[in-house]
């Protein structure tokens, strides 16, 4: 990881990481799954494939918000709230 001028380190390949991660997982959980399917629920008082994938990619987009207001934060030298925080 490099490090640039304030001192933090260059966090993009990791987001970028992160982000073709999670594509290439919910590209191999929805391959071949037919679309009535993604809302099924396995079991009674279990969650569908649809709503396992929301909150994976909903994790993906708060844990780099967190990254960025921490970035931010540290640049700036005070709070930033990420838009829609």
């Known amino acids: ?5 304030d001192g933090a380190g260059d966090w993009r390949p990791m987001v970028r990481d992160l982000i073709h991660r999670t594509e290439r997982e919910l590209l191999t ?24 994938l929301w909150h994976l990619t909903r994790s993906d987009d708060r844990n780099v918000s967190e990254l960025l207001s921490g970035l931010l934060e540290r640049r700036h030298g005070r709070a930033v709230r990420p838009a829609g925080g």
Request: glycine share 14%; proline share 10%; no cysteine.
């Open 1 to 5: 990881m490099t490090v640039d001028g």
């Open 29 to 52: 959980v929805l391959d071949g799954l037919a679309p009535e399917l993604i809302d099924e629920l396995p079991e009674p008082g279990t969650n569908s494939v649809g709503r396992l």
